[in-house]
């Protein structure tokens, strides 16, 4: 493998909690209770896609969208990296081909970024809206490959959630599974690996 491309939620922040009471705020604001754990399928995804999964119509999409960004502020206080992630991301740029692919959207990736500093440590970054299909599709984890200048056999995607998977098999890459995040099971089954820590990071080249 020489071709590493990143989810952030839940695979380099430890955040994905926040956003998930964040959208439970804001749908009780709009009259629903939903429990946590059945909320669970919109990690990985777009926020545009999982509120029109939710039923919201495309007008009120952007409005809820916003709602649920500032809702989640409250939660996202004490987020942080996985311990040694930002020193294995830079022990593997010495040497490899880096990206980002998320379901943020561009302002609120730019906003975290000021926060988190990612961009030094990856060559391109795919954000929602910017490829033809978001995740589970595999167009946003293609088009930062290509980028790359990337090969689909020497290219390995590590995230998180079942949307991780499914997107890099539609990318027809292998995937790796942030164990630190989600414990392996059928539907996030990865492809070469599942990493314990940062660390497991580095054995990935050898695995291509």
């Keep these: 493998m020489n071709t590493f491309i ?11 909690e926040g956003y998930l009471y964040g959208l439970q705020k804001t749908l009780r604001r709009h009259g629903r209770k939903v429990p946590i754990q ?5 990690n ?6 999982s509120l029109k999964e939710l039923g919201f119509s495309d007008e009120e999409v952007p409005v809820v969208h916003e709602e649920w960004r500032e809702d989640s502020k409250a939660f996202l206080t004490d987020v942080s990296w ?9 022990q593997l740029g010495r040497q490899y081909k880096l ?15 000021k926060k988190y500093h990612f961009s030094p440590y990856f060559q391109t970054v795919v954000v929602a809206g910017e490829a033809k299909r978001n ?4 167009d946003p984890i293609t088009l930062a490959r290509e980028r790359l200048g990337g090969n689909p056999e020497t290219t ?7 949307t991780d998977a499914q997107a890099a098999a539609n990318a027809n890459v292998a995937f790796a599974l942030a164990g630190w995040t989600t414990p392996p099971s059928p539907a996030v089954a990865p492809r070469i690996a599942v ?14």
Excluded: C, H
């Design 6 to 16: 990143f989810d952030i939620d839940g695979t380099l922040l430890d955040n994905v």
């Design 38 to 42: 059945d909320l669970t399928w919109t």
């Design 44 to 49: 990985g995804r777009a926020g545009v896609d």
């Design 82 to 90: 996985f311990p040694n992630m930002q020193v294995v991301l830079k």
């Design 99 to 113: 990206g980002l692919v998320t379901s943020k959207d561009k302002p609120q990736f730019l906003e975290e970024d």
């Design 135 to 138: 995740k589970p599709f595999g």
């Design 156 to 162: 390995v995607y590590i995230g998180d959630t079942s």
């Design 195 to 208: 990493l314990q820590r940062a660390d497991d990071l580095l054995k990935l080249p050898d695995l291509g």
